[in-house]
C-alpha cells in the first residue's frame, strides 16, 4: 500500500525567467507533501540556449546552471546549487523528484560547419525535394567554452546529427536531411509525416554509436550527480524506440529498479503505447494522451458527452500499470503548440477521474494549481483540487465498483481499507443542466454511518442505510465525493 502516489508537473511554461523556481520548490516542499503530492516532475535542468530558454532547446546538457555559457551561469530556473537544495529538501520532505530530460535534438550551437544535405518536403520527410545533395552552413558545432571539457569532453559536430533545420549560408529554413555514410533518419519512430525522426533544431542522430554511449553516460551521471528519483522522457515519438530502450535498461541498471520513467508518447493510437511498452519491457510509464483528450471532449460537448466512454480507448483502460493520467500539462495550456484545455466547469471533474480511481498514476499540473501567467493568464484551482487531493491520501483505497450506467451521470464507490482508519469513499459526476444522483452500494458494515460531501458542494449529511446503498446527489455539471468526514456528524432533525 503506498500513499502519497500523486505526481505534480511543477512547472508552466510562461514562469517568469527569474531564476527562482527552484528556490519556490525548496520552500513548498513540505506543503506539496502535507496536500497529498508524492513526487514533482521538473523541468529540464540543463543549459538552454539563452538565459530565458525553458529548456527545451537544450545547449549543454553537463551545464546544470553552473557554467558561464550563453550569457548566463543559471538556467531559468536557477542554478545548480539551488537545484541540488530543491532536491535535498523535497528528499527530506518525502517527495521523489523526476527530471525532465530533452534528447531530441540540441540548440544554440557554438560554431557553424559545411556539410552536405538533401532537402525534404516537410510533410513527408521520405521524400527528397532538392535534385540532388548540396552544400549548407548549419549551425551544428558544439564545443561549450564556458565548460571546458568538465564531466565531459565530447563535441558534437554535424557528423553527430542527421538533420537541422537552418542553411546560414543561404539565410533559410528548410528541412534538411544530412548526408553521409549510414546517414537517414531513425526508422524506429512515429510514422507521421512519413518519419518523424525529426522535429525541431539539430536533430541527435542516434544511429551513431558515439552519440549513444555519450547521451547514456550523461543519463547515468546526471541521475548519480542530482540523486533524482526518475526521468520524464520528452517528445519519444521522434527517438530511436531502440535507444529508448537501451537508454531506460542501462540507466535502472545504474540507479536500481526503483528508478523511474515516464515519456511522452504524443499519439492516439493504443497500438503505439502498447509496442512501446513491450518495447521497453515494461519499464516505461506513458502519459495517457488519449484519456486528456477524452476528458478536453467532456469538457466541451457537455451534456452531449457519454461519461460512460470516459476511459473508452485510453493507456489507463489498457495498460493501467504503466499510465500517467493527466488533465493539461505547459503544451495543452492556452496559446502552446496543443492547446486543449479543459473548461473551467469540467475541471474538478477531470481532477476526480484521475485522482480517485483505482488505477493509473495521476499528475496534477502546476498551471491548474496556483495558476498561469502570461498572455493567456489563468486563475489557480488549488481549492478546488486540495479536497481532491485529500480525498485521495485518506479516503480512495480498496475495491472499487463502477456505475458508468447513465450518459450524465456516472459514479464508482472505493470500498476503503481497513488499515486506513474511515476510508472509502462514494464518487458522483454530472455533465448536465439538471444534475443527478447514483444509487451505490458503501457495504452493510456501514449502516447508520452519516456521509458528507468533501467537496463542499452540496451540504446534506447522507445516512447510509440498513443494507449498506444509499443514494448519493449531484450538482449540475459537477462532482461530489462522499465519505465518512473525520469527525462525526450528525443529519438535521
Not at 63 to 90: H, V
Request: glycine share 8%.
Amino acid at each position: 500500500m503506498e500513499r502519497n502516489r500523486t505526481m505534480m508537473q511543477f512547472f508552466e511554461w510562461n514562469l517568469p525567467a527569474d531564476h527562482k523556481h527552484w528556490r519556490r520548490l525548496e520552500e513548498r516542499a513540505k506543503e506539496l507533501k502535507k496536500a497529498g503530492i508524492g513526487s514533482v516532475w521538473v523541468p529540464p535542468v540543463t543549459k538552454g540556449q539563452s538565459a530565458e530558454d525553458t529548456g527545451y532547446g537544450v545547449y549543454d546538457l553537463f551545464d546544470l546552471g553552473e557554467f558561464n555559457q550563453k550569457g548566463t551561469i543559471p538556467t531559468k530556473y536557477g542554478t545548480k546549487k539551488e537545484l541540488e537544495n530543491a532536491i535535498k529538501a523535497c528528499h527530506e520532505a518525502g517527495v521523489h523528484v523526476y527530471v525532465d530530460v530533452v534528447m531530441n535534438h540540441k540548440a544554440g550551437a557554438d560554431e557553424t560547419e559545411t556539410f552536405a544535405v538533401v532537402e525534404v518536403d516537410q510533410n513527408n520527410r521520405k521524400k527528397v525535394i532538392s535534385k540532388k545533395p548540396f552544400d549548407i552552413e548549419g549551425w551544428t558545432k558544439f564545443t561549450f567554452p564556458g565548460r571546458k571539457g568538465k564531466y565531459s569532453d565530447f563535441i558534437w559536430t554535424f557528423d553527430h546529427f542527421n538533420g537541422t533545420d537552418f542553411d546560414a549560408r543561404e539565410d533559410r529554413t528548410g528541412i534538411f536531411r544530412i548526408e553521409g555514410e549510414h546517414k537517414n533518419w531513425n526508422e524506429n519512430v512515429d510514422d507521421e509525416f512519413g518519419n518523424y525522426d525529426y522535429l525541431m533544431f539539430a536533430n541527435i542522430d542516434y544511429r551513431h554509436p558515439a552519440v549513444r554511449e555519450e547521451v547514456i553516460n550523461w543519463g547515468k551521471w546526471l541521475a548519480d550527480t542530482l540523486n533524482c528519483d526518475g526521468y520524464r522522457l520528452d517528445a519519444i515519438k521522434h527517438i530511436d524506440h531502440k535507444f529508448i530502450d537501451e537508454f531506460t535498461e542501462q540507466v535502472k541498471e545504474e540507479r536500481g529498479d526503483d528508478f523511474f520513467f515516464v515519456g511522452e508518447l504524443w499519439v492516439s493510437e493504443i497500438e503505439s503505447y502498447a509496442s512501446m511498452i513491450e518495447e521497453t519491457d515494461g519499464r516505461i510509464h506513458l502519459f495517457d494522451v488519449p484519456l486528456k483528450y477524452n476528458l478536453y471532449s467532456a469538457s466541451q460537448e457537455g451534456a452531449a458527452y457519454d461519461l460512460c466512454k470516459i476511459f473508452e480507448g485510453t493507456v489507463v483502460e489498457s495498460f493501467p500499470q504503466n499510465a500517467v493520467t493527466f488533465v493539461d500539462n505547459h503544451d495543452t495550456q492556452p496559446g502552446e503548440s496543443l492547446e486543449s484545455f479543459l473548461a473551467d466547469w469540467f475541471k474538478q471533474s477531470a481532477y476526480a477521474l484521475i485522482l480517485l480511481r483505482r488505477d493509473g498514476y495521476p499528475c496534477v499540473f502546476y498551471g491548474d494549481y496556483y495558476g498561469i501567467g502570461g498572455e493567456h493568464p489563468v486563475e489557480a484551482k488549488k481549492e478546488a483540487i486540495d479536497p481532491l487531493l485529500y480525498s485521495r491520501l485518506h479516503k480512495a483505497y480498496g475495491k472499487q465498483d463502477d456505475y458508468f450506467d447513465h450518459p450524465n451521470t456516472i459514479g464508482w464507490v472505493r470500498h476503503g481499507l481497513k488499515a486506513i482508519e474511515r476510508s472509502g469513499c462514494a464518487v458522483v459526476i454530472n455533465n448536465s443542466e439538471e444534475g443527478g444522483e447514483k444509487r451505490m452500494f458503501v457495504g452493510a458494515a456501514r449502516a447508520g454511518e452519516h456521509w458528507v460531501d468533501l467537496l463542499n458542494n452540496r451540504q446534506e449529511i447522507i445516512t447510509i442505510e440498513e443494507d449498506g446503498f444509499a443514494t448519493f446527489p449531484v450538482n449540475p455539471g459537477s462532482v461530489s465525493v462522499w465519505a465518512l468526514p473525520e469527525q462525526d456528524v450528525k443529519p438535521k432533525e
